[in-house]
């Protein structure tokens, strides 16, 4: 086991790895911005080292910055989180170069999943169904060919895309070479690489996704789903999990589909194979992310196993302790984003001062956050400030519970969408679980 790791990131998510790696005894080394000089994570790790100026360019993504604190500090492993560097394959391998562990898969496998095009192809081969449409196209008209023949609506789509970028929505013939180089020319901005494949666009569907988590002793275990279908431009607001339309029979055939498709580009690590779920409860493969999410923590509250935990051991070499048969999923979890940013002005994104601060509290409510009382939010990096997490018997309870919660949470000083969040809860479409990805199109 490792006795020294680097967190390579900040926010929620750098103290929720600094508060397992307390639990499990080893040392954390916090890198920070210099806008993050005041930030939760930098005193609650046993070392700081300010890696760079505010913008992520110049800190976060500072890959020289941060392998040197890593060295400089003797970390034997770098834990990236979710987002940043977490699934940049060039910082998987110069870590590897550094002889520093990657908490992550090998850097040829974030390449080759990565590659949206590639994974696709390799899931398709593995026997695990995918959305109907092409691989990777470059010549505008010879893609608009094929999409004739696809049908509409499609979606192009960028290779190397994420977060919401690089896809575009086409509905008539007559839209798809304009939406093909907007899709194409933004992930080369964003990405680096223009490269667009295309994809019948499936509606109404549920985005489903399944947790893995694989040892290098050839151990796959898949910890059950959640249903990530509240969105807004493709960012994910609300998670929860169980979803309320999987059933068992459903939930078993995904998960050995999942365990096929981990094991076909040998895993390794905490990992999510994603899914468009339809109406009559088909299923396609969708993207594979090489990383914890975000939501990770519905599963460990229905499962009660501790994924940072477990994505460290298993990088460290050690073995699961548990197999497929000793998963049970338990009861219901939601989680709710909390953002700064004000969805009565476009969703705005705000910044400021943290003049007033309630964290809600009662059996079995958590929220994962890196705020306290003046805490100044900067205006740099994403708008997420945290996440409230319940956990109740029942999927009833538990939206009762949020709504209880998400009552008792104040935050003063800046804007934040708890209010919406609520308004979401309230809605009859999610009361019954049938909501689908245009859940909030459909709301205006």
């Known amino acids: ?24 005894g080893i040392s954390t080394v916090a890198v920070y911005s210099e806008a993050d000089r005041e930030a939760l994570h930098v005193s609650l790790a046993d070392e700081a080292i300010c890696i760079g100026g505010p913008q992520v360019k110049d800190s976060y993504l500072n890959m020289t910055a941060i392998l040197s604190a890593a060295v400089a500090t003797g970390a034997q492993a770098i834990h990236p989180g979710y987002g940043l ?36 192809r390799t899931m398709k081969a593995a026997g695990v169904p995918v959305v109907p449409g092409c691989d990777v196209i470059e010549d505008v008209k010879e893609a608009h060919k094929k999409a004739d023949e696809i049908g509409y609506p499609l979606l192009c789509k960028a290779r190397a895309g994420g977060g919401g970028r690089g896809i575009r929505l086409v509905n008539h013939t007559d839209e798809f070479e304009n939406a093909f180089q907007t899709a194409s020319n933004e992930a080369l901005s964003a990405f680096g690489d223009g490269a667009v494949y295309l994809e019948k666009f499936l509606s109404p569907v549920k985005h489903i996704e399944m947790q893995i988590i694989c040892d290098d002793h050839g151990n796959v275990v898949c910890l059950g789903e959640r249903d990530c279908s509240v969105q807004r431009k493709n960012q994910k607001l609300i998670e ?7 059933t068992e029979d459903i939930r078993a055939k995904m ?24 109406r009559d409860n088909h299923y396609y493969f969708m993207e594979m992310n090489t990383r ?17 935990k477990w994505q460290i051991r298993v990088a460290s070499g050690l073995p699961l302790s548990f197999t497929q048969k000793d998963i049970k999923i338990e009861g219901a979890a939601i989680e709710c984003r ?12 705000s910044c400021g001062r943290i ?19 003046d805490y100044f939010v900067p205006p740099f990096y994403d708008s997420m400030m945290g996440k409230l997490i319940v956990y109740a018997k029942t999927r009833e309870e538990a939206i009762r519970k949020m709504q209880a919660a998400l009552c008792e949470l104040v935050i003063e000083g800046v804007e934040h969408n708890s209010e919406l969040q609520m308004d979401i809860l309230s809605d009859e479409e999610f009361k019954s679980g049938r909501y689908y990805t245009n859940f909030m199109s459909k709301r205006g």
């Not at 086991?1 to 499990?24: H, P, T, W």
Request: glycine share 6%.
């Open 292 to 308: 914890l999410q975000v939501e990770h923590p519905v599963t460990e509250m229905v499962t009660g196993i501790d994924l940072v």
């Open 1 to 24: 086991m490792f006795s020294k790791i680097l967190i390579a990131n900040r926010g929620e998510i750098a103290v929720r790895v600094i508060r397992a790696c307390k639990e499990m």
């Open 355 to 373: 003049t007033l601060l309630h964290v809600p509290g009662g059996p079995w409510v958590r929220f994962d956050t890196a705020l306290y009382q």
């Open 255 to 278: 998960v050995e589909v999942s365990t096929k498709a981990a094991k076909a580009v040998g895993y390794r690590g905490v990992g999510t194979i994603e899914f468009l779920f339809d």
């Open 338 to 349: 909390i953002n700064a940013e004000d969805p009565n002005n476009n969703f705005c994104p």
């Open 240 to 246: 929860e999990s169980p979803s309320p339309v999987v």
């Open 85 to 120: 560097l977490s699934e940049n394959a060039k910082f998987a391998k110069l870590c590897e170069s550094c002889r520093i562990v990657f908490i992550g898969p090998s850097a040829e496998i974030i390449n080759k999943m990565g590659d949206k095009d590639e994974a696709r």
